[in-house]
């Protein structure tokens, strides 16, 4: 089945700087990867996904890239902001079966001002 | 307010009396799922549904049920909880229609089996 390795677990930048989060998966066959934002106390929220017939995609200060060959997406938020600070989770899932989900560990991000 | 709802939001029980928790939506969603997340392991679903009376198996399904009699609802239940079942628990909704995948979770359900 799909396994999902997300790194770093814990990651901790000053405010203005750049934050990558990357997640390798294991299914070739994956085609849908959703990044979702946790904060203290909360369900996490999904804050922007991708599929596999792109590249790239970009929400204001938040990007993900996808590369299917080598297996892996990454988040990138740039000008982080303290409420930038929660944790972090990727997800993938098949288009197939799309209803069955695999999650990373999740990286806890901290904003430091 | 569109939301998932879930009750309890916290529950202390001991091994072996069964227990459900309820999870509800107002946003007409096909789909459902259920997920349970610990430290160090994220979340990790443990069943899912993609319409009324339609449910599948996640990673986890293990000493867990559930049901699908109405779109709107997706009860997990542990026949028999067991102390490995302590944990944070989340139910999530999404459309499924233009294909749109994107999940809404709830507000989670803190389990602790005694």
């Keep these: 089945g799909e396994n999902v390795e997300q790194h770093p677990s814990t990651l901790s930048v000053q405010e203005g700087d750049s934050a990558v989060i990357k997640c390798t998966y294991s299914d070739s066959a994956s085609n849908y990867f959703p990044w979702y934002k946790q904060e203290l106390g909360k369900g996490p929220q999904l804050i922007i996904d991708i599929r596999s017939n792109v590249g790239e995609k970009k929400d204001q200060r938040i990007a993900v890239t996808l590369n299917k060959t080598a297996k892996h997406f990454s988040l990138h938020i740039t000008e982080t902001q303290p409420e930038d600070s929660a944790v972090y989770f990727c997800a993938a899932s098949k288009g197939d079966s799309w209803g069955k989900f695999q999650f990373g560990a999740g990286t806890q991000v901290v904003v430091t001002p | ?114």
């Design chain 2, 1 to 114: 307010e569109a939301q998932v709802t879930q009750n309890p939001r916290y529950l202390i029980t001991v091994t072996g009396k069964k227990l459900t928790v309820t999870c509800s939506q107002n946003m007409n969603h096909e789909y459902m799922s259920w997920y349970r997340q610990d430290p160090g392991l994220g979340l990790r679903q443990i069943y899912y549904s993609m319409n009324v009376e339609v449910t599948d198996k996640g990673d986890v399904p293990e000493g867990y049920k559930v049901s699908r009699k109405e779109k709107r609802n997706f009860p997990l239940i542990l026949e028999s909880p067991s102390p490995n079942q302590t944990s944070l628990y989340f139910c999530a909704s999404s459309p499924t229609r233009l294909a749109r995948y994107e999940q809404y979770f709830g507000p989670g359900t803190r389990l602790t089996v005694t």
